[in-house]
């Protein structure tokens, strides 16, 4: 009888692979051979998923988006009630912060990709749908969070969410070149929230 393959879990592993050579040394050498000898498959696996290097990386790209929201959603989940507006904010920025292995190995993706992105017009698509649809969620929740009162009124949640996703990018470079602990990078985040939601009290 026919092995069983599961096809999604084969592109999973294919991605995973790719997401570990892209952490370690960028994108522009690794071949459809590296990524497969990296997933211990054969390269005719690989290619009967993906018939280009660039189909692999858009397919890595957007598995490593899904697990890093995926990560969020559950981390807000376990709260087991509805999170304030703060506690949202911060649980984003914190994902995105490269303070776990897996963290540390998204950012390190992101970079490999945002470079391979500025000569890739479909990666760069990828980048221009993504990053605005979290800015407008973000957005959306500091809004509501003004009706609330939890966030003072002259604040501007476009503006305020624009800001916010470029704060962990800067703290996370501080963090893989050494200059910068976690507890530190965790402490600028708080302060930032600070100055952002100010004394405002729900309503």
Known sequence: MPKQVDHEARRTQIAEALLRLA?????????LRD??????????AVQHYFKSKEQMLLHAMDHV????GERIRTALMARGRRPSAREIVRTVMLEMLALTEDSRMEFLTHLAFFMRALGSPELAAMYREWWPELERWLADELRAAQETGELPPDRDPAREAELLLTVPDGLSVGLLLGHRTGDGAIAAIDYYLDR????????
């Open 23 to 31: 952490s370690c040394g960028g994108l522009e050498a690794v071949s």
């Open 35 to 44: 990524v497969a000898a990296e997933a211990g498959i054969s390269m005719g």
């Open 65 to 68: 988006t899904k697990r890093a």
């Open 196 to 203: 952002l939601f100010g004394t405002a009290e729900p309503s």
